[in-house]
T-cell receptor, first 121, second 114 residues
Framework: AQKITQTQPGMFVQEKEAVTLDCTYD???????LFWYKQPSSGEMIFLIY??????QNATEGRYSLNFQKARKSANLVISASQLGDSAMYFC??????????????????FGKGTLLTVNP | DAGVIQSPRHEVTEMGQEVTLRCKPI?????LFWYRQTMMRGLELLIY????????DSGMPEDRFSAKMPNASFSTLKIQPSEPRDSAVYFC????????????FGEGSWLTVV
């Protein structure tokens, strides 16, 4: 079974410090993609960062970086210099092929349960 | 550029009523997803369209749920009749291509069935 595991229900970090949110995944596919989304209290899902399984370098987007360790099947999100506005729910997700012969490489996105990050002033 | 647009943002309805949620994907995107988010079950994929064709609807909970995509710029998710356990946030998301590396979500439709 394919799945995403986020072992930290909640995390606390001091403003301006770095924080790592853990994500491990389970797949037997060679081609897959990993995503991180942020969901603030207002509810919208904000795309943060993407890592393809064949990407050799870790993805970075501003203060966000993805620590991709393929052998360990982990894709941890690192937020540097935390800000109060970073307080939110963070979801790790994996793009995986659908087990349906639809004539193309169709896929779905499977989400973890999320980690609630609180940034303290 | 406009993102994924969902309507209504909030809806409160009585049990037994029909509910229709609407989604306009990002222009040019050809993959569209409907997700449901609840505290108990997290984010669940309900159905996925590629080039307006439903590819996987195995996540649709039961026959009361139906989804359509009559054209590339519009999709609906209908619940008839609605039940209190359908209360959730329903997200529409879109991407370009079956292997798109960026999937954008709408702001969600918050449904409460009383």
């Amino acid at each position: 079974a394919q799945k995403i595991t986020q072992t930290q229900p909640g995390m606390f970090v001091q403003e301006k410090e770095a924080v790592t949110l853990d994500c491990t995944y389970d797949t037997s596919d060679q081609s897959y993609g990993l995503f991180w989304y942020k969901q603030p209290s207002s509810g919208e899902m904000i795309f943060l960062i993407y890592q393809g399984s064949y990407d050799e370098q870790n993805a970075t987007e501003g203060r966000y970086s993805l620590n991709f360790q393929k052998a360990r099947k982990s894709a941890n999100l690192v937020i540097s210099a935390s800000q109060l506005g970073d307080s939110a729910m963070y979801f790790c997700a994996m793009r995986e092929p659908l087990p349906i012969n639809s004539g193309g490489s169709n896929y779905k996105l499977t989400f973890g349960k999320g980690t609630l990050l609180t940034v303290n002033p | 550029d406009a993102g994924v647009i969902q309507s209504p943002r909030h809806e409160v309805t009585e049990m037994g009523q029909e509910v229709t949620l609407r989604c306009k994907p990002i222009s040019g995107h050809n993959s569209l997803f409907w997700y449901r988010q609840t505290m108990m079950r997290g984010l669940e994929l309900l159905i996925y369209f590629n080039n307006n064709v439903p590819i996987d609807d195995s996540g649709m909970p039961e026959d009361r749920f139906s989804a359509k995509m009559p054209n590339a710029s519009f999709s609906t998710l209908k619940i008839q009749p609605s039940e209190p356990r359908d209360s959730a946030v329903y997200f529409c998301a879109s991407s370009f291509g079956p292997s798109g590396n960026t999937i954008y979500f709408g702001e969600g439709s918050w449904l409460t069935v009383v």
